[in-house]
T-cell receptor
Framework: LAKTTQPISMDSYEGQEVNITCSHN???????ITWYQQFPSQGPRFIIQ???TKVTNEVASLFIPADRKSSTLSLPRVSLSDTAVYYCLVGDGDSSYKLIFGSGTRLLVRP | EAQVTQNPRYLITVTGKKLTVTCSQN?????MSWYRQDPGLGLRQIYY???????DKGDVPEGYKVSRKEKRNFPLILESPSPNQTSLYFC????????????FGPGTRLTVL
């Protein structure tokens, strides 16, 4: 079974760049690594996904090294509304249709 | 509007009384999942379905059943609920098997007394 590790919490200030790293092993070799954002009482919301190297969209960047044993979500210039829990999601290396969420990182953005 | 719907949103029941939580998506997605979310444990996959009549166990399938008779619907069945199944449940769907951009429903908060 794939295993993932994320920091439990992080603090930041408005306008700063935040990087959240997820370590993962035994993940599916041909599957995306994906990140989600979740606010209280809501379902997770897709942020970004990638396979290797760097992917960027309008809200975040995702860095994945060649060995795919980790991934780093980068949020540029965070605002108060980015306060949320962030999860990585990977496919299981033993059964790639099975999906494994990380334990989540609670990000607090202060004014 | 593209969405995943779940019903009921809130449910309080008693041990042993069979219940079904419905999930429906209107995006013609192939892959659907059920998750439970518990404090300190994050989101854990219960069951998933790759297509109609094709389902498989996720990380925590014990005590649950699912079916996928139609592409749009993926109900979660608790034949004999127990208090340790008190949790927040989410249904999700994905366009294809290798696409992890999941669309989540609003959640069902279940309490089993």
């Amino acid at each position: 079974l794939a295993k993932t590790t994320q920091p439990i919490s992080m603090d930041s200030y408005e306008g700063q760049e935040v990087n959240i790293t997820c370590s993962h092993n035994n993940i599916a070799t041909n599957d995306y690594i994906t990140w989600y954002q979740q606010f209280p009482s809501q379902g997770p919301r897709f942020i970004i996904q990638g396979y290797k190297t760097k992917v960027t969209n309008e809200v975040a960047s995702l860095f994945i090294p060649a060995d795919r044993k980790s991934s780093t979500l980068s949020l540029p210039r965070v605002s108060l509304s980015d306060t949320a829990v962030y999860y990585c999601l990977v496919g299981d290396g033993d059964s790639s249709y099975k999906l494994i969420f990380g334990s989540g990182t609670r990000l607090l953005v202060r004014p | 509007e593209a969405q995943v719907t779940q019903n009921p949103r809130y449910l309080i029941t008693v041990t042993g009384k069979k219940l079904t939580v419905t999930c429906s998506q209107n995006m013609n997605h192939e892959y659907m999942s059920w998750y439970r979310q518990d404090p300190g444990l994050g989101l854990r996959q219960i069951y998933y379905s790759m297509n109609v009549e094709v389902t498989d166990k996720g990380d925590v399938p014990e005590g649950y059943k699912v079916s996928r008779k139609e592409k749009r619907n993926f109900p979660l069945i608790l034949e004999s609920p127990s208090p340790n199944q008190t949790s927040l449940y989410f249904c999700a769907s994905t366009k294809g098997l290798w696409d992890n951009e999941q669309f989540f429903g609003p959640g069902t908060r279940l309490t089993v007394l």
